[in-house]
Every structure is written in C-alpha cells, then in structure tokens.
C-alpha cells in the first residue's frame, strides 16, 4: 500500500505560479508511474501530467509548455510546477500511482491522494 499525500494548492492571481507536492510513502520507484490529475467544478478529471522515477515524463498538451512534473527520489516525492497559471486552471488537483503502463495513459491508476486545491483569479 501507499500513501499519498498532495500539497502545495492555494490562492493566486493568473499569471502567477504554484508548486504542488505529493509525498509518497512505500514504493514509487520504476516500474511505478506517478501521476497528477485535477477536476473542476462541475467537469470530468483531467489528466495533466505522469512521471516515472527514471525520470522519463509526460505533460497534456493542454498545459504543455506552463507545467512541469518533477521528482525527488531522496524525499519521495513528486512536484508539479504550474507556471503561468489561468483562471481556466482553477481545481483540486490529484496526484496518484500506477503500478505500469505508458505515462501519456489515463488507465490504471488504483492509488490517489487527498486533492489540494488550486484556484486562479483574474
């Protein structure tokens, strides 16, 4: 079993930047992939980025070039730096594992965290 437990969400003007936090405990390493996800108000759960801990990772196109997943195999944890944020942007974001699979798939996530919230004003 893991655990996983997001942080990092919170109030920011568009335009600004956040980091979120997922730390793991038990197993994260390859072949296992961490992912985050969000889901707004209202909207089905977006994916938005996977890594696994080689390194190799993955970034939906829909925030390609404003997002960047990352990890710190000494502190078991993922990040998610959102750059450039949008009000569009506002949800709770997710972070969950999988035990394989290809990163740029949505299936086979069966571990998830708690949700940390993230909401842009303009």
């Known amino acids: 079993q893991v655990q996983l437990v997001a942080s990092g969400g919170g109030l920011v003007q568009a335009g600004g930047s956040l980091r979120l936090s997922c730390a793991a405990s038990g197993p994260t390493f390859d072949p296992y992939i961490m992912g985050w996800f969000r889901q707004a108000p209202g909207k089905e759960r977006e994916f938005v980025a996977a890594?696994?801990?080689?390194?190799?990772?993955y970034v939906a196109d829909s925030v390609k070039g404003r997002f960047a997943i990352s990890r710190d195999k000494s502190k078991n944890t993922v990040y998610l730096q959102m750059n450039s944020l949008r009000p569009e942007d506002t949800a709770v974001y997710y972070c969950a594992r999988k035990q394989s699979g290809l990163l740029g798939s949505t299936a086979g996530y069966g571990d998830w965290g708690q949700g940390t919230q993230v909401t842009v004003f303009s």
């Open positions: 890594i696994r801990w080689s390194a190799y990772n």
